[in-house]
């Protein structure tokens, strides 16, 4: 088996890399794309207010609709208004899950044209001689693509395919938006060695690391995700 000879980004249908991430539904929609909301804001939207501007962002690059969505924290609640937002899609909620599993879903979404949403929950710092910290209260968070290793088709034609995922591309409210692309985060499995509290935390629990565009690490948990594919509405599994 050949091995891979770098990595490849797949990002999801509808995102438009501009200044900053923006999106464009449909063969006839206008030529200019419309910036996501949420990203142009004065303020940055507070920790229970994630879950509302995370669906909005999934909404209008599944539909090319802007929506309003009144604040929503808990993942059943998310999930019940993207049933409301998307009927068209299948919605389907997963609680927290081995990386590998999470990763194929994400990719398998990705691939399908849909979104995955997570709750992320952050995991305190701890500091020497300075009392602990609690950590802080949960966000949500939309995985807007996949990294992974890639290789050649082998055509000759210089195309590659992004056959797994290695990591996530994560469209994070909380962080400044890149310059020029569709994501400001990226998540890994397993936990920064530097990072005392997450080592601790992932000898019972699956923590990630995210790493901003910037440098800035953290670690967490995902909670929860609730994944947004192209068919015919369900029941949550």
């Given at each position: 088996?050949r091995?891979?000879?770098g990595?490849?980004?797949?990002?999801?249908?509808?995102?438009?890399m501009?200044?900053?991430?923006c999106?464009?539904?449909?063969?006839?929609?206008?030529p200019?794309?419309?910036?996501?909301?949420?990203i142009?804001?004065r303020?940055?939207?507070?920790?229970?207010?994630?879950?509302a501007?995370?669906l909005?962002?999934?909404?209008?690059?599944?539909?090319?609709q802007?929506?309003?969505?009144?604040t929503?924290?808990r993942?059943a609640?998310?999930?019940?208004?993207?049933?409301?937002?998307?009927p068209?899609?299948?919605?389907q909620l997963?609680?927290?899950q081995?990386?590998?599993?999470?990763?194929?879903?994400?990719?398998?979404?990705?691939?399908?044209?849909?979104?995955?949403?997570?709750?992320?929950?952050?995991?305190?710092?701890e500091?020497?001689?300075?009392?602990?910290?609690p950590c802080p209260?949960?966000?949500?968070?939309?995985?807007?693509?996949?990294e992974?290793?890639?290789?050649?088709?082998?055509d000759?034609?210089?195309?590659?395919v992004?056959?797994?995922a290695?990591?996530?591309?994560?469209?994070?409210?909380?962080?400044h938006?890149?310059?020029?692309?569709?994501h400001?985060?990226?998540?890994?499995?397993?936990?920064?060695?530097?990072?005392?509290?997450?080592?601790?935390?992932?000898e019972?629990?699956?923590?990630?690391?995210?790493?901003?565009?910037?440098?800035?690490?953290?670690?967490?948990?995902?909670?929860?995700?609730?994944?947004?594919?192209?068919?015919?509405?369900?029941?949550?599994?």
């Amino acid at each position: 088996m050949r091995a891979p000879e770098g990595l490849v980004r797949r990002y999801a249908m509808g995102l438009v890399m501009e200044t900053v991430p923006c999106y464009r539904y449909g063969p006839d929609a206008e030529p200019c794309a419309k910036v996501l909301p949420g990203i142009l804001v004065r303020h940055r939207a507070p920790p229970h207010r994630t879950g509302a501007v995370v669906l909005q962002q999934a909404v209008a690059l599944l539909t090319g609709q802007r929506v309003a969505v009144p604040t929503v924290t808990r993942a059943a609640g998310v999930l019940r208004h993207a049933q409301q937002l998307l009927p068209g899609f299948h919605a389907q909620l997963v609680w927290e899950q081995a990386p590998s599993d999470l990763l194929a879903l994400c990719h398998d979404m990705v691939h399908r044209g849909g979104l995955v949403l997570l709750l992320w929950q952050s995991i305190a710092r701890e500091l020497r001689g300075v009392p602990r910290r609690p950590c802080p209260p949960p966000q949500w968070m939309l995985v807007v693509g996949v990294e992974g290793p890639w290789s050649p088709v082998g055509d000759g034609s210089g195309n590659a395919v992004c056959t797994g995922a290695a990591g996530l591309l994560i469209l994070n409210t909380q962080v400044h938006p890149g310059w020029g692309l569709g994501h400001n985060q990226c998540l890994v499995p397993g936990a920064y060695p530097f990072h005392e509290a997450a080592v601790r935390v992932a000898e019972c629990r699956s923590v990630w690391s995210a790493r901003t565009l910037e440098g800035n690490l953290d670690c967490g948990i995902v909670l929860s995700a609730i994944a947004l594919s192209p068919g015919k509405a369900q029941g949550a599994r």
